[in-house]
């Protein structure tokens, strides 16, 4: 059950980080990048010894990993 909730978080994450970039990708892209944003936004929540709890705090903390993934691709595209 755990993965199953993980991967709905992802593509959450990446919709919502896409919407936020202005973006327009597919369902698989958002999976990604979603899930890759997870790994950032955690990572970024352990350096500020923030603890996330709950579908909605993991939501938000991977959708900024999202952002963050989102906007460092566009400056290595835009070049």
Same mark, same amino acid.
């Given at each position: 059950?755990?993965?199953?909730?993980?991967?709905?978080?992802?593509?959450?994450?990446?919709?919502?980080?896409?919407?936020?970039?202005?973006?327009?990708?597919?369902?698989?892209?958002?999976?990604?990048?979603?899930?890759?944003?997870?790994?950032?936004?955690?990572?970024?929540?352990?350096?500020?010894?923030?603890?996330?709890?709950?579908?909605?705090?993991?939501?938000? /903390?991977?959708?900024?990993?999202?952002?963050?993934?989102? /906007?460092?691709?566009?400056? /290595?595209?835009?070049?």
């Amino acid at each position: 059950m755990g993965w199953i909730v993980a991967i709905l978080i992802g593509i959450a994450a990446g919709w919502l980080a896409e919407k936020i970039m202005g973006r327009n990708h597919g369902l698989v892209t958002n999976l990604v990048v979603g899930v890759i944003g997870g790994l950032i936004g955690g990572f970024i929540a352990t350096q500020l010894n923030i603890g996330v709890s709950g579908l909605l705090g993991t939501l938000i /903390f991977a959708t900024l990993g999202a952002v963050i993934l989102l /906007f460092i691709v566009g400056l /290595f595209k835009r070049r």
